[in-house]
């Protein structure tokens, strides 16, 4: 990554400002909010949202969070990423689970309990866009469709008008939250030729570029376009293509074999403002590559540490947010992940270090 500039010329919030007429209306924890548009907000994601290093995976050092994903959006999380694999069950029958790498390691359930978890927050929270992206290994549209509805979550799910064309400008969070559909589901990866039925299935890498994800030194993040390979190492052409950015960062630990792991131990500065490799003068920089806008999602491991959530209301102008609820910015380990965590399945787990993926393409992340 170039020299982090100065932070701030970008805030107090790195996008164009405008007004909305209720200001009695909140949409994602901010009546500021409301009058923006989707690509005009930066959303604070959770890397593998539903891996959660607490008492229910035996503090499993390939979890990526610590608390699951309720608790990740009551406090301010927006986006929810996730990996899936094929499972067969007892019955014989195909089933796709939210695993790390392999069931066999790591699995906490399947994509429509998780779903299900997300639409009785969704319920209960009428005010707030929430996006959703799937790592996919394997599963069709129709797969991918029949967990959805069997979660119930449909009825939410935006559709673009087209996918043949980016959207300049996305509908605001006020005009997805009057419409009921406030649910973006992003799929990696998927070919859009297939999808015709399902249109609320996004390709991630139609409408998405991300930067590197695989990075194990803090001075070794950049802001460079790298996925899809249609855009890698052409930043300008990602965004003259009105490709969203995606800022993955967080930083992983090389234990033997090769294997990476979630670095737990660096995420007060991964996730802060100060030190070598810290979230506000890494967005500070990617902003100042995006043409002075900052990227509209953050991908962060350990989301309550930093705490992220500072950097990313800063960005949005936010400086109080309404009806967000509070978590320890410790990053010490609790002992449970919060309530409506996921029963964790380690049934036969031999490994006393498991492996994080994050894939697309058929690219894994160990």
């Not at 978890?117 to 319920?123: A, C, G, H, Q």
Request: glycine share 6%; with cysteine.
């Amino acid at each position: 990554m170039s020299q982090p500039i100065a932070i701030c010329p970008f805030w107090p919030s790195a996008f164009p400002q405008t007004s909305f007429a209720s200001q009695n209306k909140t949409c994602n924890n901010s009546p500021s909010l409301c009058s923006r548009a989707y690509n005009n907000v930066t959303h604070l994601g959770a890397h593998d949202s539903p891996f959660v290093r607490d008492q229910s995976t035996g503090f499993s050092t390939s979890g990526n969070q610590y608390y699951n994903s309720t608790v990740q959006l009551s406090a301010g999380v927006r986006l929810l990423s996730a990996q899936i694999h094929p499972f067969t069950s007892t019955s014989g029958q195909q089933e796709w689970h939210l695993c790390h790498t392999s069931c066999d390691l790591l699995d906490v359930g399947t994509l429509s309990d998780w779903l299900s978890e997300i639409k009785t927050w969704m319920d209960q929270n009428p005010n707030e866009v929430v996006t959703v992206l799937i790592v996919n290994d394997g599963a069709s549209n129709s797969d991918l469709d029949s967990n959805f509805r069997a979660a119930n979550i449909t009825s939410y799910a935006y559709s673009p008008p087209t996918s043949a064309t980016v959207p300049a400008e996305w509908p605001t969070l006020n005009t997805l939250i009057t419409s009921g559909k406030r649910l973006m589901t992003f799929i990696a990866y998927q070919e859009p030729s297939s999808n015709t039925t399902t249109p609320y299935l996004m390709n991630e890498f139609t409408y998405i570029f991300e930067n590197p994800f695989d990075v194990t030194q803090a001075n070794n993040f950049t802001c460079t376009a790298n996925r899809p390979s249609s855009v890698n190492g052409q930043t300008s052409k990602a965004l003259q293509g009105n490709m969203m950015p995606l800022m993955n960062h967080f930083l992983d630990t090389q234990q033997i074999f090769n294997i990476e792991t979630p670095n737990a131990d660096a995420a007060p500065i991964t996730n802060g403002m100060n030190g070598t490799g810290n979230l506000r003068d890494a967005v500070a920089t990617c902003a100042t590559d995006y043409n002075n806008k900052a990227p509209t999602f953050i991908l962060v491991d350990f989301f309550n540490v930093g705490p992220a959530i500072s950097t990313v209301d800063k960005l949005n102008g936010v400086a109080s947010p309404v009806g967000r609820a509070a978590v320890s910015t410790s990053s010490a380990l609790p002992s449970n992940s919060g309530p409506r965590g996921l029963v964790i399945n380690t049934a036969g787990l031999g490994l006393s270090v498991l492996v994080a993926v994050f894939m697309a393409f058929g690219t894994f992340l160990l």
